[in-house]
């Protein structure tokens, strides 16, 4: 299984969470655990997917979340499990 994460932070808005599903089911990425806070009107998730069955390559994925993000104001980075837990080793 190609375990990825997937963080988005910026500016809390409506409908950030439906967009970004939205646009992981049209690519056939299943969401596994997801978890998301607001704090003084930022908001913050992580997403764990399974990108197995995603219908683009993990780069082509992760522009796309890339241009969502600028659309709605907020910055969107998918990184696999690997990379993501090398970068916040402690």
């Given amino acids: ?51 197995n069955e995603a219908s683009k390559p993990a780069n082509e994925l992760s522009d796309g979340l890339e241009k969502l993000g600028e659309e709605i104001g907020v910055s969107i980075k998918l990184q696999h499990e690997d990379i993501f837990n090398s970068m916040h080793r402690i």
């Fill in 1 to 51: 299984m190609k375990k990825t994460i997937i963080t988005v932070v910026g500016k809390d808005t409506v409908g950030i969470i439906a967009k970004v599903c939205a646009y992981l089911a049209e690519n056939n990425v299943n969401i596994m655990d997801i978890s998301q806070t607001i704090v003084q009107g930022y908001f913050n998730m992580m997403m764990i997917v399974d990108c």
